[in-house]
């Protein structure tokens, strides 16, 4: 493994990191609910009196930063090495595991860890494992 050093960003990535923990911070605060998306998308599908105007707020917010921001910014090269059919599998085993898990790595990761949550800190463990264990097989026993 190599670095690139010159597209190597510590100080952005840190402010991202400082901007993502206190919006959680002051979601929880405010609201008395975790930022975790998987669970806000799925109050979405199962609607509760009341309840969906935020939702649809922190939504439509994850939806138009990215493109606010690309106003700004240079945009990256988008490069893709995978064809529809495996990003539609990564999709769905996405949604099973955030499903079986309980939450996603907003959820898990980010708030539950901050709350020192033990389920949290063991789900964030399982979800980093299979990660490095998928691009292990990936890039080193499939040659992919």
């Not at 109050?43 to 939806?63: H, K, N, S, T």
């Not at 085993?93 to 996603?104: E, F, I, K, N, S």
């Not at 980010?110 to 691009?135: D, E, H, N, Q, W």
Request: charged share 10%; glycine share 16%; proline share 5%.
């Amino acid at each position: 493994m190599s670095i690139d050093w010159n597209a190597f960003t510590p100080v952005p990535a840190l402010i991202g990191g400082a901007l993502i923990g206190a919006a959680a911070a002051l979601f929880v605060v405010l609201n008395g609910r975790i930022a975790g998306v998987s669970g806000i998308l799925g109050g979405l599908l199962r609607p509760a009196a009341g309840d969906v105007g935020w939702r649809i707020a922190f939504v439509a917010g994850l939806v138009a930063a990215p493109i606010a921001y690309a106003e700004f910014a240079p945009r990256p090269e988008i490069r893709v090495d995978a064809g529809y059919a495996m990003l539609i599998v990564a999709g769905l085993l996405v949604g099973v595991g955030t499903r079986y898990g309980a939450g996603c790595t907003s959820g898990h990761g980010v708030c539950g860890i901050s709350r020192l949550s033990p389920r949290s800190i063991v789900a964030t463990l399982a979800f980093m494992a299979a990660g490095f264990a998928t691009v292990f097989v990936a890039r080193h026993l499939t040659g992919a």
